[in-house]
Structure formats: C-alpha cells, structure tokens
C-alpha cells in the first residue's frame, strides 16, 4: 500500500524552527513532485512549497507560497524516500496541520497520496 507518513510537528514559540519530514512507505519518491500543504482550523488548505522530480539534467525546481518565501525550504532525498520542509523564524499564522502529497508536477494541481498530517502549532 501506497503511503506518505508527515512527522516533525510539534509546539514552538514565535520565531522558531522545525523540520518536517514526509516519507514513503511502499513506494519511492524518485518520479513524483511533491507538495506541501497547510490547513489551518476553519480556512481552507493552502499549498506552501512544492518539489519536483529531477530532470534530465539533475535539476530540481522548488516553489514556495509567498507568505512562506525566505523562512522555509524544501528538499528532498530521494534514497530515503524522504522530502523535508525546513521551517524557520515561525509566526503563529502557521499554525496549522501540515500535508504533504504527490504529484506528477509542481504545476499540476491532481495531489494524491495524503499522509495523515502533522501538527504545527507557533505559539506567541
């Protein structure tokens, strides 16, 4: 069975950092781009960064939600079948539950293969 497991939550203060982690279980990484995405109680889900699979030339391409530009970064390691959200100097407007997903492009807006999420909470 195809699955993505989100860790690497938890509760810090305003300005803190954490590293999520999305690993797959049953399948690899290496062909997909994968998305991370936020929901916060009571607002829609937002995409926050996003990575794609490597090119022909070893090239990936990364994305990032402008309220999230310059604070957080995505990467990936495709041997551990791991994609890592490095989140730095958090507001409590991240606050929220965090989910990473595939897809066959950053572009693309069919995500698939929800983990179950992984709770971020930024306290003031």
């Known amino acids: 069975q195809w699955q993505l497991l989100e860790s690497g939550g938890g509760l810090v203060q305003t300005g803190g950092s954490l590293r999520l982690s999305c690993t797959a279980s049953g399948f690899g990484l290496d062909i997909f781009a994968i998305g991370w995405f936020r929901q916060a109680p009571g607002k829609e889900r937002e995409g926050v960064a996003c990575i794609s699979a490597y090119d022909s030339r070893g090239a990936l391409t990364t994305t990032y939600a402008d309220s999230v530009k310059d604070r957080f970064a995505i990467s990936r390691d495709n041997a551990k079948s791991t994609v890592y959200l490095q989140m730095n100097a958090l507001k409590p407007e991240d606050t929220a539950t965090y989910y990473c997903?595939?897809?066959?492009?950053?572009?693309?807006?069919?995500?698939?293969?929800w983990g179950q999420g992984t709770q971020v909470t930024v306290s003031s």
């Open positions: 997903a595939t897809s066959g492009g950053c572009h693309r807006v069919d995500f698939s293969h």
